[in-house]
């Protein structure tokens, strides 16, 4: 990898999650009926961060937040050399009844997505369910799969990598980084 | 993240501590999946699995076929009872047959020592040994190891038990081995005439007093008396009254001890033999436990398997 170009600020990334906050909150009320759920394993800090900032906008509970592990329903399977370790699925609330907003730091070929929504299904049936997220790597979709709710789009190459990084969890300030192939 | 490498499951032998600490993580996670309403999931859609069965089980293989069906794979039956064994077909050439019908797994269970091994030789699908002769059962191993993390964290430094019919189990084998990966010290507890010599060569310790045995161990594993394998003209012991009352694991016995160790049974339980009711049906029994963890142990092992297939051309 070559030197990363910074896509996003710490400045612009808070901004970023403030409105999808806002966009959230618009759309779904005090979350009553609603749950955010993150896609392990990178897309359980959105939905975490999201869910702290909801909080804080309504000034009452914390909406529900919980975390969906798809390797089990991934179309890549037996494609790796390696099936890939699962991660842990906490999800202790039922989805039943509820509308539902499935959080993953990056959109890139939706097959990730795809897989979280038959990962979800497998655990009751949510009366809506929508996708959040932070980047949206436009034009490299293999899947006809849309989020509703979009940080920033970029265009990017295949061949680039987004990195979308946390503070509490990656070190140094929240940020966003492109990186080249050497 | 250490990954299982393996392109068979033949025995605990062979397996490295890592290989066990990713089986068991999977299993944790199959284990909430069998938990969930929808209990299944898609990833072994597209494969077949034999259970090849050339000898009798039922919960092993219930539990096998339960797995295969939870990871959505196609399964196919085959036991000796009914099979062209009898008219007199080799092993090799009955599932090469049966791979020639397009199977991709291999679940053999098999009365002779070495079966699995000798087959992995010949054929390359991926093979799961489900007990061979009196030598290994790793998956039975791998469930009973699995259970214990759940009770107790860690086997490290931990005190274990086997007790009974060491000479005609295979559990006893894996279970050694696998326990030992794990840290934990072994004993093995029976008559001297269910204990085979070579056992002491494996580092465990031999004890024949089973009091003196419950009080040193933490955890009690009872191996099931197999009846049908003791001795026609010489038996090896004088009867099952006498096995009861010198080795038969009972709520007196229990009682008596400072702590009483957790105890696992591989089932089907002879009750009144090697354990007795009031101490099967206790409250922290773990033995359905174990049952239950032997669907997702099994999910896991097949699920790393079958991961390695297909996976090479890129």
């Known amino acids: 990898m070559g030197p990363a170009k910074l896509l996003i600020n710490p400045l612009q990334f808070r901004l970023t999650l403030d409105r999808l906050a806002h966009q959230l909150v618009e759309e779904h009320g005090d979350f009553s009926e609603s749950a955010l759920i993150g896609v392990q394993p990178r897309g359980i800090h959105l939905a975490s961060r999201l869910s702290t900032r909801i909080q804080e906008i309504l000034g009452g509970t914390r909406p529900r937040c919980g975390e969906l592990d798809i ?20 999800l202790n609330f039922t989805v ?30 949510p009366t809506t369910m929508e996708l959040a997220v932070l980047i949206d790597r436009r034009f490299s979709r293999e899947l006809p799969i849309e989020a509703k709710y979009v940080g920033r789009s970029v265009d990017s190459l295949d061949s680039q990598r987004v990195k979308v990084l946390w503070s509490d969890h990656d070190g140094g300030e929240d940020r966003v980084e492109l990186s080249n192939p050497t | 993240m250490a990954s299982f490498s393996h392109p068979h499951l033949l025995g605990i032998r062979g397996l490295s501590r890592d290989d066990v600490d990713v089986i068991f993580q999977t299993a944790k996670e199959f284990k909430d999946v069998i938990n969930r309403p929808i209990k299944k999931v898609p990833s072994l859609r597209d494969l077949t699995v034999a259970n090849l069965f050339f000898e009798n089980s039922t919960r092993t293989r219930l539990s096998f076929e339960l797995a295969q069906k939870r990871l959505s794979a196609d399964v196919v039956n085959f036991s000796a009872a009914s099979s062209s064994v009898k008219k007199g077909e080799t092993l090799a050439d009955t599932v090469r047959n049966i791979l020639a019908m397009k199977v991709d797994m291999v679940v053999l269970r098999h009365p002779h020592p070495g079966a699995a091994h000798y087959l992995a030789s010949k054929i390359g699908v991926p093979i799961i040994n489900a007990g061979d ?45 696998c326990l030992q990966l794990l840290g934990a010290e072994v004993m093995v507890c029976g008559p001297v005439p269910l204990i085979p010599k070579h056992f002491s060569s494996l580092g465990v310790k031999v004890e024949h007093d089973m009091d003196a045995a419950l009080g040193w161990c933490d955890v009690a594993n009872v191996l099931r008396i197999q009846l049908e394998r003791q001795g026609a003209e010489v038996p090896f012991f004088p009867s099952l009254e006498e096995y009861h009352a010198q080795y038969g694991l009972t709520a007196e016995r229990m009682d008596r001890l400072d702590s009483a160790p957790i105890v696992l049974h591989p089932g089907p339980m002879n009750r009144g033999v090697e354990i007795a009711s009031e101490v099967a049906d206790r409250e922290d029994a773990i033995i359905l436990d174990q049952v239950e963890n032997g669907v997702a142990v099994r999910m896991a092992v097949l699920y790393l398997l079958a991961g390695r297939l297909g996976g090479s051309e890129d």
């Not at chain 1, 050399?81 to 842990?88: D, K, R, S």
């Not at chain 2, 699995?146 to 430094?157: I, Q």
């Open chain 1, 71 to 90: 390797t089990f329903f991934r179309d890549d399977f037996r494609r790796r050399g390696q099936p890939l370790q699962a991660a842990a699925t906490n």
């Open chain 1, 96 to 125: 039943e009844e509820l509308r539902v907003v499935v959080v993953d730091d990056v959109l890139y070929t939706g097959r990730t997505i795809r897989a979280a929504m038959d990962a979800l299904l497998a655990h009751g049936r």
């Open chain 2, 133 to 177: 002769g009196t030598h290994e059962h790793p998956t039975q191993a791998l469930l009973d190891c699995f259970t214990l993390t759940e009770r107790l964290g860690t086997l490290e430094g931990k005190k274990v038990c086997i007790f009974g019919d060491i000479r005609h189990s295979r559990v006893a084998l894996s279970n050694v081995r």
